[in-house]
């Protein structure tokens, strides 16, 4: 019945021993002179068992079955009726504390094992609740705090709440209360062996005793043989997985409201001459940032100081009165750290539900807990400061999350204020042992969002210093590198804000002449923030965050380049500076050792084709610049066109056509541009060289290339109208000058037949411009009734094209055009030999077009211009080309 195996009998003649003999408990039952019938026994257990349960009825009474030596009856008294008359203390049990005390032992016992025997936590918390019910406050506080503790250790604060309960599940409304009022007397409990699975009946029996009668009796001893004599009728009560429900918001309260019964008992038993005044949670001392960061770097020294072998100091009373080593001072401790871990995974919870001004208003309970539990505690364990650590990190979170929702800061700040009461009596609990200000600043609500990032880093710092502390070092490696990439992240989110205030300062400059100091003190607190935290993430090998930190550090640089530039009140910029140069170099390795650091486009492709963007960005920046604002007064213009073309072809090399992306268009038409300039710049060089004809020729071969390259990039844009018309003129005033060079008429019938060819291809940008300035024509019309709207030529039409610009193109078109028929007519009209059929049809065309052309209204409006155009390059169409006589489309 006890689980014994086996047992050792002894034979032995009047005291001497003979001899020992180990026997099976199985085997007992058959041994020599001594058979017995197991069936017997069990049923004498089994109608004791059924005669107990039908009898021990009254709530809250105390039974004893006795049966005197030699008699036959067993009697079964209720003592709680038999003790009601007694005249020294009424209504007091004499049987009461024996019986909460075996109550709490039972527990006890059980709890040791809970985590193998989780199908009893039900059990578990109905004996500690009954243990309760009957001790006095006054008398018994420490079994009182200590059922407290031991009821709040049932609820796992730590571990997921899927596999609380071994997988079985509540009754629907299983609370609070599912085990005390409906619940029988412990009683049967405690005569069960705790590995049972019998957890007592319920309901009432039929025989109902009246409150007078005080004694059962089993009326001989005989009966308790018969099989089954005593059998109850009553129904099992099933065992339940777990007493309270699953939600882990429900669980962190119980355990608070179990712990603050639990500091109350403790706090009653503190005998102190006056109640210390309850200091008010919710009004922080105001600590300056340079105080505060010292009051954390100085709390953290004292937790580290207190750290290492245990000794335990007898001299000195607590605050409160406690003595260092009593009870009470073991079990506020318990109960502090319990709260704290409780308040920890509350904040928790709220900050992944995005609710951070309660998650700060319990991370800041949660450390107020901490800072009792430091001010009662002479020394502090590992895992105490482990915890500690986590409390940092999550508070760092914490406030990084409120600096970056800064537009819910009111609904954070009401959160942040509301106050249960039963956190304000824990409070007040707290306030007996410690003044709870330790980490007031770490859990402040500001509304500096710059404030709030410094206190995250403060914290991510403190957490760090914790788990690197000779303590702890070697208990949580995996932490230490979660704290690090915190570190690293803050320190970035910081310098990222410094980043953007340099650029607002900027831009804000009305004039741009010299760097004030305040943007140098930025720029520097940046640049500082950035580089703390690339060492941060190269500690933990985090190569992606590493180069993203790079990133920023060559965006940093550009935009001391970009303050750099100095502008005159006219708003005209001078020269390409070399501080300006200096920084867009800088820039440029930072996004190089960026790309280094991923090492290649699959380690992370969204990083690697940002930094690729930004790299090709800066090396355009820098060659349109230096072609823009060409540093003459210091460099060669041989020199520039050089370094030009060397930035253009880099920032060419970085420009990814090939990957389909968000990007690609602006890459194409990055590329598109690039070549454009090029272009430019050879069309240039070649119409101011003079001399050296192989350098000439040279020029011409690159001017066509890229402008080629750049007509078809342009085209295959389909939204960059302007930038085609544009390219597309200069490469036929590129022809229109090498034929002013020519002194052959057949070559230059053939170079502005070309010319007339390349300006034909402006019949794909032409119907853009057209398609736009209808629609801008349409709008219009319809808001004529409502106010006409700015038609202005610097106006940009409803679709974003720039009227102006277009204007201008068209104002350079006109001319061009015209200039080419001339010309073309000319010529074939000056030729020697006599023309053919096709050359006269040819040359009808042309004067057909080329009247029209001077006929045309100058002052018509800009639509009208444009159609004109295209219906007279479209006349020319079918003429065009050598061999293409095919109908117009």
């Known amino acids: 019945m006890c689980n014994v195996p086996e047992l050792v009998m002894c034979f032995h003649v009047n005291g001497i021993v003979q001899k020992y003999e180990m026997i099976k408990t199985e085997d007992i039952p058959d041994l020599d002179n001594s058979t017995f019938s197991t069936r017997v026994v069990k049923d004498i257990a089994q109608n004791i068992l059924s005669f107990l349960k039908s009898n021990c009825t009254k709530e809250g009474h105390t039974y004893w079955l006795f049966k005197a030596s030699g008699s036959d009856i067993v009697k079964l008294y ?19 504390l024996p019986v909460a005390v075996l109550l709490y032992k039972v527990a006890s016992n059980m709890m040791l094992k809970k985590n193998q025997n989780r199908k009893h936590y039900g059990t578990i918390r109905t004996l500690l609740l009954n243990c309760v019910k009957l001790l006095d406050e006054e008398r018994h506080p420490q079994i009182i705090a200590s059922a407290h503790y031991m009821l709040a250790e049932l609820f796992q604060l730590d571990e997921p709440s899927e596999e609380v309960g071994g997988g079985e599940s509540l009754p629907a409304g299983g609370s609070e209360d599912s085990y005390s009022d409906d619940d029988e007397e412990e009683e049967d409990q ?169 998650a700060l208003r319990y991370i800041k309970l949660a450390l107020q807990c901490h800072d009792a539990y430091c001010s009662v505690s002479s020394t502090l364990h590992p895992r105490v400061l482990l915890f500690h650590s986590q409390c940092l990190s999550l508070c760092g979170d914490i406030q990084l999350m409120l600096a970056q929702n800064g537009s819910n800061r009111a609904a954070y700040l009401e959160e942040y204020s509301y106050q249960t009461k039963e956190d304000q009596e824990l409070l007040h609990s707290l306030h007996r042992e410690s003044s709870c200000q330790a980490f007031n600043m770490a859990t402040d609500l500001a509304t500096d969002p710059e404030y709030q990032l410094f206190v995250s880093s403060k914290c991510y710092e ?59 003190e930025i720029w520097k607190k940046s640049f500082s923030c950035f580089e703390k935290g690339m060492k941060d993430f190269e500690a933990i090998q985090d190569s992606t965050n590493t180069s993203l930190l790079l990133c920023n550090t060559g965006r940093l640089m550009r935009i001391c380049a970009q303050a750099h530039c100095a502008v005159s009140e006219d708003q005209s910029r001078g020269e390409f500076s070399p501080e300006e140069a200096l ?85 194409q038409y990055r590329a598109a541009t690039i070549h454009h300039r090029l272009a430019s710049m050879y069309h240039s060089c070649f119409r101011n060289q003079v001399g050296d004809e192989h350098l000439r020729k040279q020029h011409r071969s690159l001017a066509e290339l890229h402008y080629t390259k750049a007509s ?157 155009f295209l219906d007279l390059l479209q006349q020319l169409t079918p003429q065009t080309g050598s061999s293409d006589h095919g109908a117009s489309s």
């Open 78 to 96: 209720d003592l709680t009726t038999l003790c009601e008359e007694a005249a020294e203390e009424k209504c007091q049990n004499p049987f009461t």
């Open 190 to 358: 405690e005569d069960l062996p705790e590995d049972s699975d019998e957890n007592g009946s319920c309901g009432t029996t039929s025989d109902t005793h009246d409150d007078s009668k005080a004694v059962a009796i089993i009326k001989s001893v005989g009966e308790l043989s018969v099989p089954e004599k005593y059998k109850s009728t009553h129904q099992i009560r099933p065992i339940y997985a777990f007493p309270v429900s699953q939600d882990k918001e429900e669980r962190c309260r119980h355990v608070l409201c179990y712990v603050l019964k639990g500091l109350k008992a403790v706090d009653g038993s503190i005998k102190k001459e006056s109640d210390l005044p309850a200091a008010d949670p919710n009004t922080p001392i105001p600590l300056k940032y340079e105080d505060s960061s010292k009051a954390v770097e100085k709390g953290i020294a004292l937790l580290l100081d207190r750290a290492g072998p245990y000794q335990e100091d007898l001299k000195h009373p607590t605050r409160s009165g406690m003595i260092p080593g009593s009870w009470q001072h073991r079990m506020k401790l318990q109960l502090f750290f319990k709260a704290s871990k409780a308040y920890y995974v509350l904040s928790d919870a709220a900050t992944n539900l995005h609710k951070y001004g309660r």
């Open 462 to 520: 403190a957490a760090y210093e914790l788990l690197t502390s000779r303590v702890v070092k070697e208990h949580a490696p995996e932490q230490l590198a979660q704290v690090l990439k915190r570190l690293g992240n803050i320190r970035n989110e910081i310098g990222v804000f410094y980043m953007n205030q340099a650029a607002a300062m900027q831009t804000e400059k009305e004039v741009k002449t010299t760097v004030s100091v305040a943007e140098q």
């Open 583 to 667: 920084y867009y170099n800088k820039a440029i390795d930072y996004y190089l050792s960026a790309m280094r650091s991923l090492a290649s486009r699959d380690n992370h492709p969204a990083v690697w084709d940002s930094v690729n963007w930004e790299l090709s960005t800066t090396y355009f920046t820098l060659a349109t610049l230096l072609q823009d604002y060409a540093p003459l007064s210091r460099k060669a213009q041989e020199q520039i066109e050089r370094e030009v073309t060397e930035a253009m072809l880099k920032s060419l090399k970085y420009c990814d056509l090939q990957t389909e992306s968000a990007r690609q268009p602006l890459y």
């Open 712 to 868: 078809r990039l342009f085209l295959s844009l389909k939204d960059a109208p302007c930038e085609l018309l544009r390219t597309l003129l200069e490469r036929v005033a590129f022809a229109e000058f090498t034929m002013s060079g020519q002194s052959s008429s057949g070559a230059k019938l053939k170079t502005l037949t070309a010319a007339l060819e390349i300006l034909m291809e402006t019949q794909h940008a032409l119907p853009l411009i057209q398609k736009e300035l209808l629609e801008d024509q349409t709008v219009a019309d319809s808001q004529d009734s409502t106010g006409a709207p700015d038609t202005s030529a610097d106006s940009p039409t409803s679709s974003g094209l720039n009227r102006k610009e277009v204007m201008q193109l068209i104002g350079v078109f006109e001319p061009s055009f015209s200039f080419l028929l001339l010309q073309l007519i000319k010529m074939m009209t000056a030729m020697k030999r006599k023309p053919s059929n096709k050359d006269d049809e040819l040359l009808k065309t042309y004067k057909n077009v080329y009247s029209k052309l001077l006929r045309a209204e100058k002052t018509a409006p800009l639509l009208r211009r444009v159609e004109l």
